[in-house]
C-alpha cells in the first residue's frame, strides 16, 4: 500500500531564508507525486506535480521538488521565504496516476518569522 | 470558470440528525473524489466515483455514511445517524483523466453536538 510520511508537523522560517519541506513515500510501483497547499479555511490548491521525466519540478509561487528514487523522497524547496507562503502543505502519492484519487501525509505548517 | 462547489460551508447540528452535504464537480470531469479532514487522522479518502459509478467506498468509517452520485454534475455524503465524532471537515474533488491533478471544493465544515 502506498503511504507518505512528512517529517515536521510544523516548520519555521524566517522570512528571505531557504524553505525545505520533507516528504518520503511509498509506493510498490513508479508513482505520481504531489504537493498542495491549504490557505486557513480554503481548500487544497496544487503546487507542483511529478508524474514522468525530468525528476526536477518546478511549480507555482517559486516552489520546486526533486524526485529522488533512490531516496524515495519528493522534498519541496524555496530559495526565499515570502510572508503569503505561510500555509499548510501537503505531499501525497498516487499509484494509478492519480485516477483512484491520492493518499496524503499529515502535512506540514509552514511558519514564515518577519 | 467555476470550480468545484460545495454545500453547506459550515453546518451545526445536533449528534441523532441527518447530515447531507452536497458537491458540485467541475464540467467535464469524470472522477469525484470525498475527503475528511481532521486534526488526528488528516486527510483521509472516503469514497471516489468515476462516471458517475462508485469506485472505492473502503474508506467510507460507517453504515452510517453513504454517498451517491446521480448524475455527472452532482454529488451527495450523507450521514445518518449523526455523532460527534463525525465532526470535520469534508472535501469533495474532481479530476480527470488519469492526470492526478485534483481540484478541491473550500470544504464543508460539520460540527456535532
Known amino acids: 500500500a502506498q503511504s507518505v510520511t512528512q517529517l515536521g508537523s510544523h516548520v519555521s522560517v524566517s522570512e528571505g531564508a531557504l524553505v525545505l519541506l520533507r516528504c518520503n513515500y511509498s509506493s510498490s510501483v513508479p508513482p505520481y507525486l504531489f504537493w498542495y497547499v491549504q490557505y486557513p479555511n480554503q481548500g487544497l490548491q496544487l503546487l507542483l506535480k511529478y508524474t514522468t521525466g525530468a525528476t526536477l519540478v518546478k511549480g507555482i509561487n517559486g516552489f520546486e521538488a526533486e524526485f529522488k528514487k533512490s531516496e524515495t523522497s519528493f522534498h519541496l524547496t524555496k530559495p526565499s521565504a515570502h510572508m503569503s507562503d505561510a500555509a499548510e502543505y501537503f505531499c501525497a502519492v498516487s499509484e494509478g496516476g492519480g485516477a483512484d484519487g491520492l493518499t496524503f501525509g499529515k502535512g506540514t505548517h509552514l511558519i514564515i518569522q518577519p | 470558470d467555476a470550480g468545484v462547489i460545495q454545500s453547506p460551508r459550515h453546518e451545526v447540528t445536533e449528534m441523532g440528525q441527518e447530515v447531507t452535504l452536497r458537491c458540485k464537480p467541475i464540467s467535464g470531469h469524470n472522477s469525484l473524489f470525498w475527503y475528511r479532514q481532521t486534526m488526528m487522522r488528516g486527510l483521509e479518502l472516503l469514497i471516489y466515483f468515476n462516471n458517475n459509478v462508485p469506485i472505492d467506498d473502503s474508506g467510507m468509517p460507517e453504515d452510517r455514511f453513504s454517498a451517491k452520485m446521480p448524475n455527472a454534475s452532482f454529488s451527495t455524503l450523507k450521514i445518518q445517524p449523526s455523532e460527534p465524532r463525525d465532526s470535520a471537515v469534508y472535501f469533495c474533488?474532481?479530476?480527470?483523466?488519469?492526470?492526478?491533478?485534483?481540484?478541491f471544493g473550500e470544504g464543508s465544515r460539520l460540527t456535532v453536538l
Open positions: 474533488a474532481s479530476s480527470v483523466g488519469v492526470t492526478g491533478e485534483l481540484f
